[in-house]
């Protein structure tokens, strides 16, 4: 997915320079008027169209990941309205036919006006069922199951690191095929960067282990079709032969396989590291009951670091010295008392972060911990302690109406997997509108959960316009012209090399644009085909998509996420040919595995036939 002008701001050390949205969308206005006009005079030939959204979707890539920019939105939308009137031009469409055979009334009540016109148009069941789940995920996020489920792990595990993180991004992997992995990295970054500074690990390991958030939320999410939305897409385009058997029997190998090879990758890293316990932080150590805190008494969720940027005026010139400490490794309190932080802005600090209760007990703590009296600082940390244990009751209740929204949704699922009539979204919907309820009564909480919630939508606006392009592409004719030449290259090159090219296609393609449309453009081609192949081809694509879209910074909505985090938090020299050269190897791994699965389908499919 493209990035957005705030998440991106620095582009190979270049300041973003961005292209008026108002200007370019009318200079689109202009140019639809004119294209409108030259077809009424004459028809206008159909590679124009497909010009016209290559177009697009090439200008997602360029305008996004260099100095001049566009707001992708405004992109979009401006050139759907080139792309409608160059479509009005063209004669011998079915849409053409269809309208000059009953009406526009006839059209509009099939395609528009009707909720399976507007799921052929647009998507709409998809985008509606995402909606629901990053309102479903917010909300259980806020309950903060998951750094629960780490640092019980991390205590399991007697503070070892390595079978910590692979037990967490385990659990993420398998979360990631249910639950939307857009919705789930943020999270899981930082629950796994809190382990990391625990650690004391240095800058390329945090920066590795927020690059495998990436891949594990992306390529593990494969193995059912609600984790990605390029897998929903596909299932769509290519229901009824797209079923959950289909991605447990095809993509669950491929996920499975490639989580291997990224938990061997870690055990190379992360063999050995472990956390102290016994001299863990206050905070750290209450990390779940924290962050419940942040979010109920403030309604925001921050990390240490994030809450000294935030503080940035008040701090001066000491607010580098404070982030270089967190950095080393060093405790949020601790950090302010060695830089001498004066003790009015220490306590407000440790306020915010925590609770403003808990300002004053919270420096006396880090204050005696930092000249060494370690009784004195135990024994203001008991207080903490207990302060904090006692809203420990309203978070485990949140948290158990949050895991009991699973159950409505997951029945939901099913329905809809018997009976494809019944819509997708309202799994997602009913799965947040139960999880809400935990914390309903909570209302800075409840606020916080819906704004992230519909900022981590917005960034999907874009892809309407591209969905009713890609649309009026299908109902011109030009995906006929793809499916031919696909039934050409098996003839002349076999099923598996064909299988192998649209893998390394889509892997290429999702790299470099949005993998939600090439999972859309591409899937349009493999229809009428029998359905082993079909299948195989199916396996090949989602694989590529998946893998693609994490190998550069704008390949997924993922990979936008873990970059911009890198760039705010963890290194802001880091730069997009830096993420290309670290992704890179673990990429090739996981493509060498997929290959020799795809070239394993290929050979059943060959014996069965």
Not at 434 to 461: C, D, Q, S, T
Not at 466 to 474: E, N, V
């Amino acid at each position: 997915m493209s990035p957005t002008a705030d998440q991106d701001q620095h582009i190979s050390g270049a300041s973003v320079i961005m292209i008026s949205a108002g200007k370019f969308m009318a200079g689109c206005a202009i140019v639809a008027v004119l294209f409108f006009s030259a077809g009424q005079i004459s028809p206008l030939p159909r590679w124009l169209l497909a010009g016209e959204v290559f177009a697009t979707i090439l200008g997602l890539f360029l305008f996004g990941s260099f100095r001049y920019q566009i707001h992708k939105n405004a992109l979009t939308y401006g050139m759907l309205a080139i792309i409608v009137a160059t479509f009005s031009g063209l004669e011998g469409s079915s849409w053409h036919q269809q309208i000059a055979m009953q009406g526009w009334r006839s059209w509009a009540r099939q395609h528009v006006l009707s909720f399976h016109g507007l799921d052929d148009l647009i998507h709409a069941d998809t985008m509606l069922f995402i909606l629901g789940l990053t309102y479903f995920v917010a909300v259980i996020a806020q309950t903060r199951l998951l750094e629960g489920l780490t640092f019980s792990l991390l205590r399991r595990f007697r503070g070892a690191v390595l079978p910590t993180v692979i037990s967490v991004t385990a659990v993420v992997a398998f979360s990631s095929g249910i639950l939307d992995g857009v919705s789930m990295i943020g999270l899981t970054i930082r629950t796994l960067v809190i382990i990391m500074l625990l650690a004391a690990a240095p800058t390329p390991a945090i920066r590795y282990a927020v690059m495998v958030c990436t891949t594990v939320t992306t390529i593990c999410g494969i193995w059912l079709a609600y984790g990605e939305p390029p897998n929903l897409i596909m299932k769509a385009n290519l229901h009824p032969y797209l079923d959950n058997a289909f991605f447990l029997r095809y993509c669950a190998p491929a996920a499975i396989a490639s989580y291997l090879v990224i938990g061997w990758e870690l055990r190379k890293r992360l063999h050995g590291e472990r956390i102290d316990l016994e001299s863990m932080d206050v905070i750290d150590a209450n990390a779940e009951d924290v962050r419940f805190l942040q979010a109920m008494r403030h309604g925001e969720v921050l990390t240490p670091t994030e809450l000294i940027e935030k503080h940035e005026p008040e701090l001066g010139e000491k607010s580098e010295a404070v982030l270089e400490r967190l950095r080393g490794g060093e405790s949020l309190g601790i950090a302010l008392v060695r830089e001498k932080i004066p003790e009015e802005l220490r306590k407000k600090l440790l306020g915010h972060f925590v609770s403003d209760e808990l300002g004053d007990a919270l420096d006396r703590h880090y204050v005696l911990d930092a000249a060494d009296d370690h009784s004195g600082a135990l024994a203001a940390e008991r207080i903490i302690d207990d302060a904090i244990a006692s809203s420990a009751r309203r978070r485990r209740m949140a948290q158990t109406i949050g895991a009991s929204a699973l159950v409505p949704f997951i029945a939901m699922l099913v329905w809809h997997g018997i009976d494809h009539s019944v819509p997708l979204f309202l799994a997602s919907f009913a799965g947040f509108l139960v999880a809400l309820l935990g914390i309903i009564n909570i209302p800075k909480m409840r606020m916080l959960a819906l704004r992230e919630a519909k900022h981590e939508f917005a960034e999907y606006y874009f892809l309407f316009p591209l969905f009713l392009s890609i649309s009026l592409l299908t109902t011109a004719g030009f995906f006929d012209q793809l499916q031919a030449l696909i039934q050409h290259g098996i003839a002349a090159l076999g099923v598996a090399h064909v299988a192998f090219a649209q893998f390394l296609g889509c892997t290429f393609l999702s790299a470099i644009l949005d993998n939600n449309v090439v999972a859309d453009f591409a899937s349009r081609a493999l229809h009428r085909m029998d359905v082993a192949v079909l299948h195989l081809f199916a396996m090949a694509q989602i694989a590529g998509y998946a893998l693609g879209g994490c190998w550069t910074h704008i390949g997924s909505a993922q990979s936008v996420v873990a970059y911009a985090f890198i760039q705010r938090d963890v290194d802001e020299t880091y730069t997009p040919v830096q993420w290309i050269k670290e992704m890179t190897p673990i990429i090739l791994k996981v493509l060498v595995v997929i290959t020799a699965l795809i070239y394993l389908e290929s050979a059943l499919l060959e014996r069965l036939r």
